[in-house]
């Protein structure tokens, strides 16, 4: 039975980092083959694991099972013809699916990540695929090509890696930057070092050790992300780093000085070295140059807000932005939108405002449990975890005012993840034999 959980803990593990490789699974096909996968890994779930283990499972990422599940279901409603809850049944149907996919993901998750070792392993693995797409987006983007590699698409001058959308591989990245900085926390010795000599050969023990691992490749996402030009996505990055930082100096009792220099590199190092040569200037050219009069967005916004007070409960149905739309253009807008760019807006008008609202507050009980982790527990890959999910939630929120990364499924996935991380921070237990203390 061990050696099946092993399977099935992998096959979890390579679907994870599997996610953003498929045009970041934005496409029918992709996330058609995703939901193939997922359900045969449920599949065994359910005849490998014994019922124990699937209550304690639930009992643990309820916060985020019973919202998504209520989610879920809604999706469905709205999708029945009889209804009249719709404005097109077909595309509430197939984000129905899709509410579905994810509910099955969250569910697995819950089941196979059972211990902080595995929580370990996953987060890595996400910053793994990071990484990847980190050092792809840049070595395409430098070489200069037309088309993409793979999948033949048109490349811009700004990275976006195998997604499609550049943003969506900014918010990718953004989350995994989070995750790899809470986790390089996490990994530091916060033991108080005498003289900046014991000081230099811890700093030197890093650069043999698995730190240097997760170091090099928070330098290599900071590159990609600057060279995706994204204002948001690297806005959303900097305001967690701060915070993240802030909350470090404030919680942390015992402060050893590589934890100054850790982040004193990252604001220092990346943000003004690293970036500055892979052009940081253009994208603070791109913010200075940024206006509502060139923008379009605002209007899209104002246009959806007036469709909302029509169906301010119910919606026109989860995934009917496409449709529903058009017909309440002002005509302001002269380019298509098929999204909102705020998905705070885009949620409530498919979905209703009682929907999103829960959907709010699991995400802010996230936030609580991330940050009690962070503060209370004194198993420090746990608090390291929960410090890192904290601060992509916060990057997350930032980045859905402007922009819909929760549209792509790979970045919705991984949000969902870090959620779930969040949670687990604080209700996954500390084995006994490592410590006592929880």
Sequence with gaps: MLSFHKTLFFAFLL???????????????????????????????????????????????????????????????QSWPSLGL???QVLAFIS???????????????????????????????????ICQAFYAG???????????????????????????????????????CLGFGLLIAELNHQTTQGWRETLKKLLAILLSDKAFI????????????????RMGNVAFFVALSIGSLLILLFYKTKPKSLYLLIVSLFIVDALVVSNWFGLDKVRQRLAETSLQNESRDDVVRDAL???????????????????????NQGKVVLF??????????????SGLIATSVFGIMVLFCVWRALSAFRNRTNKTMRGIGLGSLMAIIGMLLHMSVDFP??????????????????WSMTLPTPKYRSSRT
């Design 139 to 177: 070595v395409i983007l430098l070489l200069e090509l037309q088309t993409s590699p793979f999948f033949s698409l048109p490349l811009s001058q700004r990275a976006s890696g195998s997604f499609v959308y550049h943003n969506h591989l900014a918010n990718f990245l953004m989350l995994n930057l």
């Design 86 to 88: 719709s404005s097109d």
């Design 337 to 350: 939108y098929d999204h909102a760019h705020n998905d705070y807006v885009q949620f409530t008008l498919e």
């Design 306 to 328: 007036h469709a909302i007070q029509e169906r301010p409960l119910t919606g026109f149905g989860n995934g009917t932005f496409y449709s529903t739309y058009p017909s309440y």
């Design 406 to 423: 929760l549209q792509a499924p790979a970045t919705a996935l991984y949000f969902l993840f870090c959620l779930l991380i969040a949670n």
């Design 15 to 77: 679907f994870v980092f599997w996610l953003p490789i498929p045009l970041g699974s934005n496409r029918p096909w992709a996330w058609s083959i995703n939901e193939i996968y997922v359900a045969f890994l449920l599949l065994g779930c359910l005849f490998l694991l014994p019922a124990a283990q699937w209550w304690l499972a639930i009992q643990r990422a309820k916060v985020i099972l019973i919202p998504v599940a209520l989610f879920t279901l809604w999706s469905w409603v």
């Design 215 to 230: 170091r090099l490749g928070l330098v290599i996402m900071v590159i990609a992300l600057v060279l995706t030009r994204s």
């Design 96 to 130: 129905a699916v899709k509410s579905l996919h994810y509910l099955q993901i969250c569910l697995v998750a819950a089941l196979l990540v059972d211990t902080p070792r595995k929580l370990k392993i996953l987060a890595t693995t996400m910053i793994a695929s990071g």
